[in-house]
Protein backbone atom coordinates (compact mmCIF):
# COMPACT_ATOMS: atom_id res chain seq x y z
CA UNK A 1 0.00 0.00 0.00
CA UNK A 2 1.49 3.53 -1.17
CA UNK A 3 1.12 6.23 1.48
CA UNK A 4 0.25 10.11 0.85
CA UNK A 5 3.64 12.07 0.04
CA UNK A 6 4.11 14.16 2.49
CA UNK A 7 6.45 17.18 2.93
CA UNK A 8 7.98 19.80 6.02
CA UNK A 9 9.42 22.96 5.25
CA UNK A 10 11.56 24.66 7.09
CA UNK A 11 11.67 28.69 7.42
CA UNK A 12 11.75 30.24 4.19
CA UNK A 13 14.69 31.74 4.92
CA UNK A 14 15.90 28.52 5.47
CA UNK A 15 15.00 26.86 2.35
CA UNK A 16 15.03 23.26 3.82
CA UNK A 17 12.07 20.95 2.60
CA UNK A 18 11.62 17.67 2.37
CA UNK A 19 8.74 15.36 0.67
CA UNK A 20 8.78 11.39 1.01
CA UNK A 21 5.94 8.74 1.77
CA UNK A 22 7.39 7.63 4.67
CA UNK A 23 6.81 9.58 7.49
CA UNK A 24 9.36 8.18 9.34
CA UNK A 25 12.08 9.03 7.37
CA UNK A 26 10.58 12.39 7.40
CA UNK A 27 10.86 13.16 11.03
CA UNK A 28 14.27 11.74 11.00
CA UNK A 29 15.81 14.31 8.81
CA UNK A 30 13.66 17.24 10.13
CA UNK A 31 14.90 16.40 14.03
CA UNK A 32 18.59 16.27 12.57
CA UNK A 33 18.08 19.23 10.31
CA UNK A 34 16.74 21.34 13.14
CA UNK A 35 19.79 20.17 15.77
CA UNK A 36 22.59 20.93 13.22
CA UNK A 37 21.75 24.12 11.49
CA UNK A 38 19.10 25.64 13.50
CA UNK A 39 20.26 24.12 17.44
CA UNK A 40 16.68 23.28 18.03
CA UNK A 41 15.55 20.20 19.90
CA UNK A 42 12.50 19.07 18.24
CA UNK A 43 10.25 15.95 18.97
CA UNK A 44 8.58 13.57 16.84
CA UNK A 45 5.03 15.18 17.80
CA UNK A 46 6.64 18.67 16.88
CA UNK A 47 7.15 17.32 13.46
CA UNK A 48 4.18 15.59 12.93
CA UNK A 49 2.82 18.95 13.48
CA UNK A 50 4.59 20.52 10.92
CA UNK A 51 4.24 17.23 8.59
CA UNK A 52 1.40 18.26 5.44
CA UNK A 53 0.39 16.31 2.45
CA UNK A 54 2.53 17.14 -0.25
Known amino acids: ?6 KVECDPKCGFSIKSH ?24 DVREMMKDA
Request: charged fraction near 45%.
Open 1 to 6: MKTNLK
Open 22 to 45: DEKEIIDIAIKHAKKFHDMAITEK
